[in-house]
């Protein structure tokens, strides 16, 4: 079997064992969130021994190329030397906290420098004990701080930390940032259609911001859908940005309880039933990922390019 060498200890693979798997078992403290290869959070770097290309997907091709690779992702097939992922993090702090609504929280990153991110993107916070977790970026990248929406989740570690202990300047680390699902210039006539649940909401109005600034002259749809309308966050805010954009449109849908200026019935039926036919147009879907799979198919039948919908799945992290 391989043997994993990390901090000067080794450690045997079991067959069919991936990495970061290996290490937990024997004890090492390694940053994990969703174990699914999307956040990225278990990056670690391999100085000897080869790194299958499974484990390199969806990274930068100058991170693949110093040796990074996704511990979660990696089955290793020969010995390996590994390190932590080190120079990747960034110092930041908490600049502030508001309850957006009883289960999310808005959460104002200040980092001690500039990640040159994209609206829409996602960072992961790293805690001084190693505890990691992905959330998407909600404002635009010319802006002092980092705008992040956390939902506190059943028996959530970090979501929990941060709802009930976490004060401002509570220094942190930043990962990132990471995540292809950001508004790209070149084509401002073209309609855009964003949708997503709960805090799905995140990334789609960092992206609807960031074409309303970029001058985007093409109809912006954004569905936000929730069980309940008090789910319904930052409903003021964005009826205020579509009072103040003529080409952005904001529609609040829940499946019970729905009323005046809220849309009842299932997200991707509501969306459906209104754009019935979408040759031509570019789709964002965020959110729960049975849901971002769903519109993901409906939009690519409905009419759009596989090449033109960008998606971000909110994976749940596994609790350690």
């Not at 805090?199 to 749809?221: N, R």
């Not at 509501?270 to 939009?299: E, M, Q, T, Y």
């Not at 009419?303 to 971000?312: K, N």
């Amino acid at each position: 079997m391989p043997i994993l060498t990390y901090a000067g200890a080794a450690y045997e693979a079991a067959p069919e064992e991936t990495v970061l798997d290996t290490l937990l078992r024997n004890g090492v403290a390694v940053a994990n969130s969703c174990r699914a290869g999307a956040c990225q959070s278990c990056l670690l770097r391999a100085s000897q021994g080869p790194v299958p290309e499974a484990a390199r997907r969806g990274l930068k091709s100058t991170l693949a190329e110093q040796g990074y690779f996704l511990s979660c992702a990696c089955k290793p097939e020969a010995d390996m030397v590994l390190e932590p992922a080190g120079g990747l993090e960034v110092a930041a702090a908490i600049e502030s906290l508001e309850r957006l609504s009883p289960t999310v929280m808005r959460v104002w990153i200040r980092t001690s420098e500039p990640l040159g991110h994209r609206a829409g993107q996602y960072l992961t916070l790293c805690r001084p004990d190693g505890l990691a977790r992905s959330y998407s970026i909600a404002n635009l990248p010319n802006e002092e701080m980092i705008e992040l929406h956390i939902r506190r989740a059943p028996l959530g570690r970090m979501s929990g930390w941060l709802f009930d202990e976490a004060r401002a300047n509570d220094r942190i680390m930043v990962r990132g940032p990471a995540g292809d699902c950001f508004y790209t210039a070149g084509r401002p006539d073209q309609p855009l259609l964003l949708a997503g649940t709960g805090t799905g909401l995140a990334p789609l109005v960092g992206i609807a911001k960031d074409a309303i600034k970029q001058g985007h002259t093409g109809p912006i749809h954004l569905y936000h859908g929730a069980l309940h309308p008090a789910g319904l966050y930052l409903r003021d805010e964005l009826r205020a940005l579509a009072a103040a954009s003529p080409h952005f449109d904001y529609h609040p849908t829940v499946l019970e309880g729905g009323g005046d200026l809220i849309a009842t019935g299932p997200l991707d039926q509501v969306v459906l039933g209104a754009h019935p036919k979408l040759s031509g147009w570019r789709g964002f879907v965020c959110g729960d990922p049975a849901i971002v799979n769903l519109l993901r198919r409906k939009f690519f039948l409905a009419g759009i390019s596989s090449r033109e919908i960008f998606a971000d799945a909110f994976v749940e992290a596994t609790v350690r």
